[in-house]
């Protein structure tokens, strides 16, 4: 049978076995492809989008490295110094920049390459408040035909509206410091008129500049070298402040005329925060002046070399509080045409710095210091309100360094009679027990004695209460046996001597050893051996037993302001500090300024309570003892003043031969407890007696 051949394969056959072929192929390539793909790992990574390169350009905007960023128009190294000449004026403010959007802008119909434009949320951390500045900027990104983006370089990144010519400038502007408010909201710290008075090198030429220094410096009675050299290393065309004088300081009221007579030196009428006059609680309140190199450089970013700060005392440790917050005027500065213009940018007021409280009272602080203004020697008093802790008066002679009447530490001499005399009433004597009084003894080979001029008539066996009055060494001596020296410790502690916390400044409340020699703790009953005290420290003591218990002396009023800043927690012994140049005298002489960053080494605000309390019966005894010492002892001389009692002092310090002495009066009146040491004197009741008298006829508060 002849073969027929079949139909003829349509179109569509021939096509589907071809497609199919195909098919499988391309799908053993790729499943080929993914099993190398598989074993090597090496695929590569997708190519950049515009998000990511808009994160990257956002993150080196903040750290202000742009070298990774791949630009049109600049380079990543040109970019990055761009940046940082446009903000080097506030590098040191904090910077965040974000992306806030990302939005194509690529033109509809063209062949153009695609385009968007990222949107970047700028904020800088002007302030410690919420008062950020913060603005938002374009930057325009393109795709490459690498396919990798590319941002278009431009300064309005930086600031919307900023040319290439354009730097941003800031400057700082204080608020006004604080006051410091003594005793019922007295100013003794703040705001007063003053004259400026220095050489304007820019009136005169150098060599007259140094002859107008000598002349204006013997003027103003300070060091005409000293000036001199200053005026001569400072700027062609600076003016160089000699000092700042209240405008009633005798040195400058009414004579300003004979300043201007020397060429080239004004009076620049002014206001700068002051004491009443220069030497009010000087070593207390502390100084302001303008800030030093270190300080700057030691405050974390918180001061800047323009500003006024506190350079010692109560101004220095409570800076940040007193001087509040700084407002700030940032610029966008450039030139148009040749000629320099600016627009603002950002404005923030100052925050006034908050005033601080003391309990100084004024009138007791002057009486204070005319009483001691003729002392030759250093000499310190203080005066303490036994009701309330209250220090209204802490003053040193113009003789004394630093802040001796809080920080000073000396053997406190007969006046820590009081002390012993606690510890022995503890010990089962009364004010009348019998005690003896020989010229000399001796404690394990070594000899004590009375004081010279002691009254014959008052040795061998006598009271107690006469032993403390007429201050017999050896009395007091004789009992060591009776008392050790841990009880005589917890004695001290009593009457708030010789315990440990911050007062909100420097100070010193007394120190005595828990253990000791024989020799040291028999020295240790008439205040000598490794017994230290300062007058803040005696006048404690003389304030407790007023009071019947425990007094903590108080000069900072800590408010609660205050204690939110956490400014009372700084350090009460900062150490000081100093510019390494000649400064210009303020008039107003204080301490070495001290770091406003040194490390703080806090004590507790308040000090532990004593380990035996004194008792109502014990402090009776003792103001009762007291009493005799001015009615028929050594504070006889205190007794046309109305004092209730009162105990003198003295110590033998210093290798002499005799040694010299310290000199101490302590004494109440009414609700006053008042305490005199000078570092060298007689007796306390011819040296003493004398200071703490004319301060209690100065001064009835």
């Known amino acids: 049978m002849p073969h027929r051949p079949g139909p003829r394969p349509t179109a569509r056959h021939t096509a589907r076995r071809p497609l199919r072929t195909v098919r499988a192929a391309v799908a053993g390539i790729v499943a080929l492809g993914l099993a190398l793909t598989g074993c090597t790992g090496s695929a590569e990574p997708p190519p950049p989008t515009p998000e990511s ?27 990055t110094a761009a940046l940082g000449t446009v903000v080097a004026a506030i590098k040191d403010i904090s910077r965040t920049v974000t992306v806030v959007k990302v939005v194509d802008k690529t033109s509809a119909g063209t062949n153009a390459a695609r385009t968007v434009a990222a949107t970047l949320q700028w904020t800088w951390d002007v302030s410690p408040t919420d008062a950020d500045w913060s603005y938002t900027t374009e930057a325009k990104l393109v795709l490459n035909p690498d396919k990798t983006w590319h941002v278009q370089w431009s300064p309005t990144m930086i600031e919307p509206k900023l040319d290439a010519t354009e730097r941003f400038t800031v400057e700082r502007v204080q608020g006004r410091r604080g006051e410091i408010l003594g005793a019922g909201g007295e100013v003794l710290a ?70 201007q007579a020397i060429p080239g030196a004004v009076a620049i009428s002014g206001t700068a925060t002051l004491g009443p006059t220069a030497t009010f609680a000087r070593a207390i309140l502390g100084t302001v002046g303008p800030a030093t190199a270190e300080i700057v450089q030691r405050s974390g970013g918180r001061i800047s070399a323009t500003d006024t700060v506190g350079l010692s005392g109560l101004q220095q440790r409570y800076d940040g509080y007193l001087s509040g917050t700084p407002g700030l005027k940032i610029k966008a500065t450039g030139t148009t045409g040749g000629t320099a213009v600016s627009r603002p940018l950002f ?92 010229p000399t003894t001796v404690v394990d080979g070594r000899s004590f004695k009375n004081y010279d001029d002691y009254p014959a008539d008052r040795i ?65 009953f008439i205040g000598q051996a490794k017994v230290e005290a300062s007058a803040l420290a005696m006048a404690t003591v003389v304030a407790s037993i007023v ?155």
């Open 53 to 79: 390169t808009a994160a990257a350009l956002a993150a080196g905007l903040t750290s202000g490295d742009l070298s990774r960023m791949p630009f049109d128009g600049s380079t990543p190294e040109a970019a």
């Open 190 to 259: 703040g705001q007063r008129d003053v004259y400026q008075v220095g050489i304007d090198k820019g009136r005169v030429s150098a060599a007259e500049a140094s002859t107008s220094a000598a002349a204006l410096a013997t003027l103003m009675g300070i060091d005409p070298t000293a000036y001199t050299q200053t005026v001569a290393a400072s700027g062609a065309k600076q003016f160089v402040v000699a000092i700042t004088l209240r405008t009633t300081d005798p040195r400058i009221a009414g004579k300003t005329a004979a300043v």
């Open 347 to 438: 404005s923030q007021d100052p925050i006034p710095g908050k005033p601080l409280s003391i309990t100084l009272d004024l009138l007791a602080q002057e009486a204070a210091e005319e009483s001691l203004a003729a002392s030759s020697v250093p000499a310190t008093l203080v005066a303490i309100r036994p009701s309330t802790g209250e220090v209204v008066a802490a003053a040193n002679s113009p003789t004394a360094q630093g802040a001796l009447a809080t920080t000073g530490r000396a053997a406190p001499g007969s006046t820590f009679k009081i002390v012993s005399s606690l510890a022995l009433l503890r010990a089962g004597l009364t004010p009348d027990s019998p005690v003896q009084c020989t």
């Open 460 to 524: 061998g066996t006598i009271s107690l209460r006469h032993a403390l009055a007429n201050s017999c060494n050896t009395a007091f001596i004789s009992q060591h046996a009776t008392v050790d020296q841990n009880a005589l410790a917890d004695a001290a502690a009593a009457l708030g001597f010789g315990v440990d916390f911050d007062l909100g400044l420097p100070a010193f409340v007394g120190s005595i050893p828990r253990t000791a020699t024989a020799t040291e703790h028999a020295a240790s």
């Open 547 to 701: 009071k019947g218990s425990a007094v903590v002396p108080r000069i900072v009023e800590r408010t609660a302001d205050l204690r939110a800043t956490g400014a009372s927690s700084a350090n009460p012994a900062a150490t000081s500090v100093s510019s390494g140049s000649a400064a210009p005298s303020t008039g107003d002489s204080g301490s070495a300024a001290p770091s406003p960053s040194a490390p703080a080494s806090v004590a507790p605000t308040a000090p532990p309570a004593p380990a035996v309390p004194l008792t109502a019966a014990e402090a009776e005894a003792l103001r009762s003892m007291m009493g005799s010492v001015v009615t028929e002892g050594s504070g006889r001389v205190l007794a046309d003043v109305g004092v209730g009692g009162a105990k003198t002092g003295t110590a033998e310090y210093g290798a002499d031969s005799p040694p010299q002495t310290h000199a101490w009066m302590v004494a109440s009146k009414g609700d006053l407890a008042v305490a005199v040491y000078v570092e060298t004197g007689q007796s306390g009741s011819r040296t003493a007696a004398p200071l703490l008298k004319a301060f209690l006829q100065r001064w009835t508060g």
